[in-house]
């Protein structure tokens, strides 16, 4: 109970209220895009916990992230939980227990090797979405009731990004899981999750402690049609 209300008094606390973002002036001979920066954010999973940020630092970089996405109807329907310390490894620990029963005993070795390759990071961003806050926009607007589900993905989505590029230009890794819906009930029991939220995807993140892997690129005549 006592890290329970521990992990409550941190999800309701707004600790950005005194707190602003600042960067040290750099002098530099030309400008970085905003290109430049989006380039930073790559799947990083060799991640450790040497950060050199304070939790209040990251999680108040994450609220301002989010709060600086567009959603439809002004929805703003992503719901956030920043998880540090015990409750990041606690985390892990359940996600690992249910992929013991969920995956082949023959192939756990590999999976619980991937787990613990999470918690050896600082931290765990979970992204939800308040379905309650969908249903009511389907009544206000029942014209598009089968769209916001759609859209409610692409809020939470770009959300994501949102984060993930604002942690990689911190100068820290992450990677982007998504071990729901098998883990939903059992998180919710552990964090006391509403029952209207709905989870979407887990960002871990820490120290770069490796590279990131090579990826393959599409042709771009594959991807993009630009006309005049």
């Known amino acids: 109970m006592a890290l329970l209300d521990k992990i409550g008094h941190v999800l309701t606390a707004d600790i950005t209220k ?34 050199h940020f304070s939790q209040a630092y990251i999680a ?10 567009p959603s439809a109807y002004n929805s703003q329907s992503t719901r956030i939980v920043v998880l540090f310390g015990d409750s990041h490894q606690q985390f892990w620990d359940i996600v690992k227990e249910v992929q013991r029963k969920n995956v082949a005993a ?7 090797l991937k787990v613990d ?13 308040d379905q ?3 249903q009511q926009l389907q009544k206000k607007v029942p014209f598009s009731a089968e769209d916001f589900p ?7 989505g770009m959300a994501q990004f949102a984060v993930w590029t604002s942690i990689a230009d911190a100068g820290m890794g ?51 049609r630009i006309y005049t």
Not at 32 to 49: A, M, P, T
Not at 117 to 129: I, K, N, R, W
Not at 151 to 156: I, L, R
């Open 174 to 224: 992450a990677s982007l899981q998504h071990y729901n819906p098998h883990i939903d009930q059992a998180i919710a029991n552990f964090l006391g999750i509403n029952e209207h939220w709905l989870l979407r995807a887990q960002l871990v993140f820490g120290s770069v402690e490796g590279n990131a892997p090579e990826r393959e690129e599409p042709e771009d005549q594959e991807r993009f």
């Open 117 to 129: 390759q999470c918690a050896d990071a600082f931290g765990t961003v979970l992204f939800y979405e």
């Open 18 to 51: 005194d707190f602003k973002l600042k960067k040290k002036n750099i002098e530099m001979d030309t400008p970085v895009s905003f290109v430049e920066h989006l380039k930073k954010r790559r799947s990083i999973y060799d991640l450790g916990k040497k950060v």
């Open 106 to 112: 023959h192939i756990f070795e590999g999976a619980a």
């Open 150 to 156: 759609v859209w409610s993905e692409q809020t939470s």
């Open 132 to 134: 309650q806050v969908i």
């Open 60 to 69: 108040g970089l994450i609220q301002e992230s989010v709060r600086c996405c």
